[in-house]
Nanobody, 123 residues
Framework: VQLVESGGGSVQAGGSLILSCTVSGGTNGNDCVAWFRQAPGKEREAVARFFRRGGDKTYYSDSVRGRFTASQDFVENTIYLQMSNLKPEDSAMYYC?????????????????WGRGTQVTVS
């Protein structure tokens, strides 16, 4: 399984970005997908998580709820993170990750596959 993120960049506070994550390889559609971020000197945190099969409520961290929206195009095997009203504290490397096990947790150790990340900088 390979994950490739894109869409990061530098924006001013209040701006918007859409991150994409293309998934290729042997996922079975029952996977759990999450967007994580990690700022320098901070732990990696999950900002959004959902099941690819749908039917369950998408999780958002308190810090992004109401501003970020996670979605997917199942046919194109692409996952998105739409980010609006960005704040300087949103600056981080953003990663998409896939968990194929039975647990779809919020901690990074549950996730089997990771992209290399895309940098978001908000000034």
């Amino acid at each position: 399984v390979q994950l490739v993120e894109s869409g990061g960049g530098s924006v001013q506070a209040g701006g918007s970005l859409i991150l994409s994550c293309t998934v290729s390889g042997g996922t079975n559609g029952n996977d759990c997908v999450a967007w994580f971020r990690q700022a320098p000197g901070k732990e990696r945190e999950a900002v959004a998580r959902f099941f690819r099969r749908g039917g369950d409520k998408t999780y958002y961290s308190d810090s992004v709820r109401g501003r970020f929206t996670a979605s997917q195009d199942f046919v194109e095997n692409t996952i998105y993170l739409q980010m609006s009203n960005l704040k300087p504290e949103d600056s981080a490397m953003y990663y998409c990750a896939v968990a194929t096990g039975v647990v779809c947790g919020l901690e990074s150790h549950w996730y089997d596959y990771w992209g290399r990340g895309t940098q978001v900088t908000v000034s």
